[in-house]
């Protein structure tokens, strides 16, 4: 069986917390729901350990629908979803910036 193939490099881990379904990141301690504190990975090892992380935390219940999504880094080094999908899912189920988590959060790419 062949490998997945792995979206363009950089990438960060996206998914939904099964309880909250909130839209949470991957860091190296876990999930947060802060896009700012992503866990950025720049070579196909770290994104291939990723994939088997999201597959494991999956399998245990912590989260559904995790996928590698591919980023630019900003000016700040911030990622930024390059696909409109992932942009308009990290930045909150409103377009109002002065509610929900869009203003808890400085969201990358929409600053």
Do not use: C
């Not at 979206?7 to 947060?32: C, S, Y």
């Not at 504190?37 to 989260?63: C, F, S």
């Amino acid at each position: 069986m062949a490998a997945p193939k792995l979206p363009p490099l950089p990438v960060i881990l996206l998914a939904n917390d099964l309880l909250e379904g909130e839209v949470v990141f991957r860091t190296r301690a876990g999930w947060t729901r802060d896009p700012r504190a992503a866990l950025v990975v720049h070579d196909t090892e770290g994104a291939e350990r990723l994939d088997t992380e999201a597959k494991a935390a999956m399998a245990r219940n912590e989260v559904v629908d995790a996928y590698l999504v591919d980023v630019a880094l900003d000016a700040d080094g911030l990622p930024v979803p390059r696909h409109f999908r992932e942009r308009f899912k990290i930045s909150g189920p409103s377009n109002r910036p002065d509610l929900g988590k869009q203003a808890e959060y400085a969201v990358p790419g929409k600053r």
